[in-house]
Protein backbone atom coordinates (compact mmCIF):
# COMPACT_ATOMS: atom_id res chain seq x y z
CA UNK A 1 0.00 0.00 0.00
CA UNK A 2 1.74 3.66 -0.98
CA UNK A 3 2.38 6.17 1.44
CA UNK A 4 -0.92 8.70 1.79
CA UNK A 5 1.67 11.36 1.07
CA UNK A 6 2.16 10.00 -2.27
CA UNK A 7 -0.45 8.98 -5.00
CA UNK A 8 -1.08 5.03 -5.87
CA UNK A 9 -0.70 4.32 -9.87
CA UNK A 10 -3.68 5.61 -11.35
CA UNK A 11 -4.97 6.87 -8.60
CA UNK A 12 -5.95 11.01 -8.98
CA UNK A 13 -7.34 12.01 -6.24
CA UNK A 14 -5.50 14.58 -3.67
CA UNK A 15 -3.20 13.18 -0.79
CA UNK A 16 -4.09 13.31 2.59
CA UNK A 17 -1.67 16.57 3.43
CA UNK A 18 -3.22 18.60 0.40
CA UNK A 19 -6.55 18.56 1.69
CA UNK A 20 -7.33 20.53 4.08
CA UNK A 21 -9.80 18.91 7.03
CA UNK A 22 -8.86 17.54 10.27
CA UNK A 23 -6.42 14.65 9.23
CA UNK A 24 -8.22 12.11 11.34
CA UNK A 25 -11.76 12.38 8.83
CA UNK A 26 -9.32 11.74 5.82
CA UNK A 27 -7.70 8.73 7.38
CA UNK A 28 -11.06 7.49 8.56
CA UNK A 29 -12.00 8.19 4.68
CA UNK A 30 -9.13 6.42 3.42
CA UNK A 31 -9.63 3.43 5.32
CA UNK A 32 -13.64 2.89 4.72
CA UNK A 33 -12.40 3.57 0.59
CA UNK A 34 -9.51 0.35 1.64
CA UNK A 35 -11.94 -1.57 3.20
CA UNK A 36 -14.43 -1.35 0.16
CA UNK A 37 -12.17 -1.60 -2.50
CA UNK A 38 -11.00 -4.85 -0.49
CA UNK A 39 -7.46 -3.56 -0.08
CA UNK A 40 -8.64 -5.42 3.71
CA UNK A 41 -11.09 -7.50 4.08
CA UNK A 42 -13.91 -8.64 6.17
CA UNK A 43 -12.55 -10.25 9.28
CA UNK A 44 -9.27 -9.32 8.49
CA UNK A 45 -6.33 -8.38 10.73
CA UNK A 46 -5.02 -4.58 10.10
CA UNK A 47 -1.64 -3.68 10.27
CA UNK A 48 -0.19 -2.55 13.36
CA UNK A 49 -1.01 0.85 14.48
CA UNK A 50 3.18 1.63 14.29
CA UNK A 51 3.15 0.05 10.15
CA UNK A 52 -0.27 1.82 9.93
CA UNK A 53 0.06 5.09 10.95
CA UNK A 54 3.57 5.18 8.99
CA UNK A 55 1.58 4.39 5.75
CA UNK A 56 -0.54 6.50 5.90
CA UNK A 57 2.32 9.36 6.58
CA UNK A 58 -0.09 10.80 9.90
CA UNK A 59 0.86 10.14 13.87
CA UNK A 60 -0.18 7.70 15.93
CA UNK A 61 -2.19 10.03 17.80
CA UNK A 62 -3.94 10.56 14.71
CA UNK A 63 -4.46 7.22 13.20
CA UNK A 64 -6.31 6.72 17.15
CA UNK A 65 -8.52 9.29 16.44
CA UNK A 66 -9.26 7.70 13.40
CA UNK A 67 -9.85 3.95 14.67
CA UNK A 68 -11.89 5.08 17.59
CA UNK A 69 -14.31 6.82 14.99
CA UNK A 70 -14.60 3.66 13.30
CA UNK A 71 -15.11 1.50 15.89
CA UNK A 72 -17.92 3.65 16.91
CA UNK A 73 -19.14 3.27 13.70
CA UNK A 74 -18.68 -0.71 13.89
CA UNK A 75 -16.50 -0.61 10.54
CA UNK A 76 -14.00 -1.91 12.69
CA UNK A 77 -13.69 -4.30 16.08
CA UNK A 78 -10.58 -3.79 18.55
CA UNK A 79 -9.63 -7.01 20.36
CA UNK A 80 -8.16 -6.21 23.46
CA UNK A 81 -3.99 -8.04 23.23
CA UNK A 82 -4.69 -9.59 19.88
CA UNK A 83 -5.00 -6.48 17.00
CA UNK A 84 -7.78 -4.65 15.08
CA UNK A 85 -9.70 -6.51 12.60
CA UNK A 86 -12.38 -5.39 9.70
CA UNK A 87 -16.19 -5.98 11.08
CA UNK A 88 -18.33 -8.10 8.77
CA UNK A 89 -20.72 -5.93 6.52
CA UNK A 90 -24.14 -6.76 8.05
CA UNK A 91 -25.77 -9.03 5.21
CA UNK A 92 -29.74 -8.11 6.05
CA UNK A 93 -31.23 -4.72 6.24
CA UNK A 94 -34.24 -3.25 7.39
CA UNK A 95 -36.19 0.04 8.01
CA UNK A 96 -37.76 -0.97 11.52
CA UNK A 97 -40.71 1.12 10.59
CA UNK A 98 -41.56 -1.43 7.60
CA UNK A 99 -43.19 -4.86 9.51
CA UNK A 100 -40.72 -7.50 7.37
CA UNK A 101 -41.14 -11.08 9.03
CA UNK A 102 -37.59 -12.38 9.37
CA UNK A 103 -37.92 -14.74 6.52
CA UNK A 104 -38.28 -11.91 3.98
CA UNK A 105 -35.20 -9.73 5.47
CA UNK A 106 -33.22 -13.13 4.42
CA UNK A 107 -35.10 -13.64 1.26
CA UNK A 108 -34.76 -9.79 0.12
CA UNK A 109 -30.77 -10.13 0.74
CA UNK A 110 -30.63 -12.91 -2.18
CA UNK A 111 -30.06 -15.40 0.23
CA UNK A 112 -32.62 -18.93 1.45
CA UNK A 113 -34.32 -18.98 4.62
CA UNK A 114 -34.62 -21.88 6.78
CA UNK A 115 -35.96 -22.85 9.93
CA UNK A 116 -34.26 -25.49 12.80
CA UNK A 117 -37.22 -26.36 15.26
CA UNK A 118 -36.05 -26.74 18.57
CA UNK A 119 -39.25 -26.96 20.70
CA UNK A 120 -42.79 -26.19 21.14
CA UNK A 121 -44.78 -26.22 24.49
CA UNK A 122 -48.29 -25.18 25.89
CA UNK A 123 -47.68 -22.89 29.08
CA UNK A 124 -49.25 -21.38 31.45
CA UNK A 125 -49.31 -17.24 31.21
CA UNK A 126 -46.91 -14.93 32.90
CA UNK A 127 -48.16 -12.01 34.58
CA UNK A 128 -46.04 -10.36 32.04
CA UNK A 129 -48.63 -12.51 29.10
CA UNK A 130 -51.90 -11.70 31.07
CA UNK A 131 -51.12 -8.43 30.80
CA UNK A 132 -49.54 -8.21 27.02
CA UNK A 133 -52.55 -10.36 25.77
CA UNK A 134 -55.45 -9.15 27.90
CA UNK A 135 -55.80 -12.67 28.66
CA UNK A 136 -57.20 -14.81 31.49
CA UNK A 137 -54.34 -16.52 34.05
CA UNK A 138 -56.25 -19.98 32.97
CA UNK A 139 -55.22 -19.60 29.23
CA UNK A 140 -52.29 -21.06 27.47
CA UNK A 141 -49.76 -19.86 25.92
CA UNK A 142 -47.84 -21.65 23.06
CA UNK A 143 -44.24 -20.75 22.98
CA UNK A 144 -41.93 -21.89 20.24
CA UNK A 145 -38.05 -21.53 19.84
CA UNK A 146 -36.81 -21.63 16.70
CA UNK A 147 -33.58 -20.87 15.06
CA UNK A 148 -34.17 -19.01 11.44
CA UNK A 149 -30.78 -19.89 9.37
CA UNK A 150 -29.49 -17.72 5.59
CA UNK A 151 -27.77 -20.19 3.54
CA UNK A 152 -27.68 -22.56 5.84
CA UNK A 153 -25.81 -20.50 8.16
CA UNK A 154 -27.50 -19.52 11.76
CA UNK A 155 -28.36 -15.79 12.18
CA UNK A 156 -31.07 -15.49 14.87
CA UNK A 157 -32.78 -16.98 17.08
CA UNK A 158 -36.87 -16.77 17.44
CA UNK A 159 -38.78 -16.99 21.01
CA UNK A 160 -42.96 -16.47 19.63
CA UNK A 161 -45.65 -16.61 22.21
CA UNK A 162 -49.23 -17.02 20.74
CA UNK A 163 -52.51 -17.57 23.03
CA UNK A 164 -53.40 -21.30 22.38
CA UNK A 165 -57.12 -20.16 21.29
CA UNK A 166 -55.80 -18.38 18.24
CA UNK A 167 -54.03 -21.27 16.69
CA UNK A 168 -55.92 -24.12 15.46
CA UNK A 169 -54.72 -27.74 16.90
CA UNK A 170 -53.21 -28.94 13.05
CA UNK A 171 -51.31 -25.84 12.57
CA UNK A 172 -47.95 -26.85 11.09
CA UNK A 173 -44.27 -26.10 12.78
CA UNK A 174 -42.62 -26.79 9.44
CA UNK A 175 -44.35 -23.67 8.54
CA UNK A 176 -41.33 -20.85 7.74
CA UNK A 177 -43.12 -17.77 8.20
CA UNK A 178 -44.85 -17.43 11.63
CA UNK A 179 -46.72 -14.61 10.10
CA UNK A 180 -48.01 -17.05 7.53
CA UNK A 181 -49.02 -19.31 10.43
CA UNK A 182 -51.09 -16.49 11.77
CA UNK A 183 -52.66 -15.57 8.15
CA UNK A 184 -53.24 -19.05 6.79
CA UNK A 185 -54.33 -21.37 9.91
CA UNK A 186 -55.86 -19.23 12.32
CA UNK A 187 -57.01 -16.36 10.05
CA UNK A 188 -55.30 -13.75 11.91
CA UNK A 189 -53.56 -10.91 9.58
CA UNK A 190 -51.04 -8.88 11.53
CA UNK A 191 -50.95 -5.57 10.56
CA UNK A 192 -48.58 -3.84 12.87
CA UNK A 193 -46.34 -4.14 15.71
CA UNK A 194 -45.32 -1.93 18.93
CA UNK A 195 -41.07 -2.78 19.30
CA UNK A 196 -38.83 -2.36 21.10
CA UNK A 197 -34.91 -2.39 20.16
CA UNK A 198 -32.05 -3.43 22.17
CA UNK A 199 -28.38 -4.44 22.24
CA UNK A 200 -26.72 -7.03 24.76
CA UNK A 201 -23.16 -8.35 24.88
CA UNK A 202 -22.57 -12.20 24.77
CA UNK A 203 -25.71 -14.60 25.61
CA UNK A 204 -24.39 -18.03 27.42
CA UNK A 205 -27.14 -20.04 25.87
CA UNK A 206 -27.83 -18.10 22.54
CA UNK A 207 -24.71 -16.69 21.57
CA UNK A 208 -23.20 -20.60 20.73
CA UNK A 209 -26.62 -21.65 18.79
CA UNK A 210 -26.19 -18.73 16.46
CA UNK A 211 -22.00 -19.42 16.29
CA UNK A 212 -21.09 -15.64 17.64
CA UNK A 213 -17.44 -15.00 18.37
CA UNK A 214 -17.13 -13.71 22.00
CA UNK A 215 -17.24 -9.98 20.71
CA UNK A 216 -20.46 -10.83 18.29
CA UNK A 217 -23.27 -8.51 20.21
CA UNK A 218 -27.06 -9.30 19.71
CA UNK A 219 -29.61 -6.91 18.84
CA UNK A 220 -32.76 -7.91 20.81
CA UNK A 221 -36.25 -7.11 19.26
CA UNK A 222 -39.27 -7.55 21.51
CA UNK A 223 -42.37 -7.09 19.14
CA UNK A 224 -45.71 -7.23 20.08
CA UNK A 225 -47.59 -7.71 17.14
CA UNK A 226 -51.90 -6.45 16.75
CA UNK A 227 -54.53 -8.20 14.08
CA UNK A 228 -56.61 -5.39 12.32
CA UNK A 229 -59.43 -5.35 15.10
CA UNK A 230 -56.16 -4.18 17.48
CA UNK A 231 -56.03 -7.68 18.78
CA UNK A 232 -52.74 -9.02 20.17
CA UNK A 233 -51.86 -11.89 18.64
CA UNK A 234 -48.38 -12.55 19.01
CA UNK A 235 -45.36 -11.64 21.21
CA UNK A 236 -41.75 -12.44 19.74
CA UNK A 237 -38.36 -11.81 20.92
CA UNK A 238 -35.94 -12.14 18.41
CA UNK A 239 -32.47 -12.23 19.05
CA UNK A 240 -30.11 -11.03 15.66
CA UNK A 241 -26.46 -11.19 15.40
CA UNK A 242 -25.66 -7.67 15.27
CA UNK A 243 -22.93 -8.37 12.50
CA UNK A 244 -25.46 -9.36 10.42
CA UNK A 245 -28.42 -7.44 10.79
CA UNK A 246 -28.93 -3.83 10.48
CA UNK A 247 -32.10 -1.77 11.47
CA UNK A 248 -32.99 1.82 10.52
CA UNK A 249 -35.75 3.94 11.14
CA UNK A 250 -37.20 6.89 9.13
CA UNK A 251 -38.23 10.07 11.01
CA UNK A 252 -40.28 12.62 10.03
CA UNK A 253 -40.76 16.18 11.13
CA UNK A 254 -44.52 16.71 12.05
Request: glycine share 4%.
Amino acid sequence: MSDVLGKRPGDHSMSIKSDNRHLYLQVIDRLKQDIEAGVYKEKEKLPSEFDLAKQLGVSRATLREALRILEEENVIIRRHGVGTFVNARPLFTSGIEQLNSVTDMITQAGMKPGTIFLRSSKQTPTEEDIRRFKCSPSEEIVVMERVRTANGEPVVYCIDKVPSHILPETFSHEEESIFNILDGAAHKRITYAIAQIEPIGYHEKISPILECEPETALLVLKQMHFDEMDEPVLFSVNYFKADKFSFHVLRKRI
